[in-house]
């Protein structure tokens, strides 16, 4: 439907990597919005409240996932930062609250079941996964949730987890293209 704001957000490198797999899929996608989000808790925080306060119709946050061999389409983020390793501004939050008066988890607002179903569908690795990890990505995605909500505005937001490794950019960029197009649909039956 035209008119419709889908927003895809990729990463930059981080932990001493030159690329992030997040970016170079996202970077590809076609009819879509796009933004490079900082590895930075309070940056990339402060960029995802921009952008919902854009009043957009869809947000679709993408993050690598070293260890992770499926596009996982993610349904819960927790209020905590815990970080394994400094982000890119060298901050190492230790279970430290993303929002102190906030609840202990946000929901997803995509279509997930649908979107994993779909990439599972056209021969992709997918699952539903129940956990954004703790670090900036997990972070973010809870800022966008929190962000939608305090925007009052009827935006779908979520975050999809690729793999750092051993999948080709074109089946993960395949895997976006197709959560895009379930998210149109979506918007376009509403």
């Known amino acids: 439907m035209a008119g419709r ?13 030159s690329v992030n797999t997040s970016w170079e899929a996202v970077r590809t996608l076609d009819r879509v919005e796009k933004a ?6 309070a940056r990339a925080g402060e960029a995802i409240r921009r952008i919902a306060a854009s009043a957009p119709d869809a ?3 993408v993050g690598e996932a070293g260890g992770r061999s499926a596009i996982s389409v993610e349904r819960v983020a927790v209020n905590l930062m815990d970080a ?4 890119n501004d060298g901050a190492q939050p230790v279970d430290v609250p993303i929002s102190p008066s906030g609840p202990a988890a946000r929901f997803a607002t995509l279509p997930t079941r649908r979107i994993f179903e779909r990439v599972r ?5 997918a699952e539903l996964s129940y ?3 703790t670090y900036v990505c997990n972070g973010t995605f809870y800022a966008l949730m929190e962000a939608i909500e305090a925007a009052e505005i009827p935006a779908l937001g979520g975050f999809i987890h690729v793999p750092a490794s051993g999948m080709a950019a ?9 959560a895009v197009q379930v998210i149109r649909e979506t918007l376009e039956g509403r």
Do not use: K, M, N, Q
């Open 131 to 133: 956990s954004a990890g």
């Open 5 to 17: 704001r889908i927003i895809v957000t990729g990463f930059e490198p981080f932990g001493g990597a």
């Open 170 to 178: 074109g089946d993960i960029a395949r895997g976006l293209a197709i």
């Open 121 to 125: 569908e056209a021969g992709l690795p």
């Open 59 to 61: 947000v679709v946050c």
């Open 36 to 41: 490079l989000l900082p590895v930075s808790f």
């Open 84 to 87: 394994r390793i400094p982000d």
